[in-house]
């Protein structure tokens, strides 16, 4: 089972582009009306990317996409450990609805479980530190 995890702010700009998007692109297999959502990505890397209408970032020239921690082909090497998640390049879609209930909740980080016919997203989170007041009594 491969495990991808993601930083929860990250997505945040993802699944507000997916929802404010007006046109939505397909992921292999979706036809007719194709609802808000993410998809999940195998090619050089493992990433996350809006299937909103997108336009490519004028900084870094290309689409805004979330790697998975340690699956950025920019910053390692990473094609030996995304070969061991698939052998073969893939795009999943994932309703954006599984995304927006654990940001709602708080949620710090956002995982996905990967079996060859299973997929789980799961989230934590930091608990709350209470808040401290020092009063002055004199």
């Not at 930083?7 to 046109?23: C, F, G, M, Q, R």
Request: with cysteine; charged share 25%; glycine share 6%.
């Amino acid at each position: 089972m491969a495990k991808l995890t993601f930083n929860a702010s990250d997505i945040k700009p993802l699944v507000k582009h997916t929802l404010e998007s007006d046109k939505r692109k397909a992921c292999w297999g979706q036809k007719d009306k194709i609802p808000a959502g993410l998809w999940l990505v195998k090619d050089e890397g493992i990433y996350l990317m809006s299937n909103g209408e997108q336009v490519v970032d004028s900084e870094t020239g290309r689409l805004p996409v979330v790697y998975a921690k340690g699956y950025n082909p920019h910053k390692a090497d990473v094609w030996e450990k995304a070969y061991a998640v698939s052998s073969d390049d893939f795009c999943q879609f994932i309703p954006v609805k599984d995304f927006s209930d654990f940001l709602e909740w708080g949620a710090d980080t956002i995982t996905i479980k990967l079996t060859a016919t299973t997929m789980q997203i799961g989230a934590s989170r930091k608990p709350q530190l209470a808040q401290q007041t020092s009063l002055n009594l004199a």
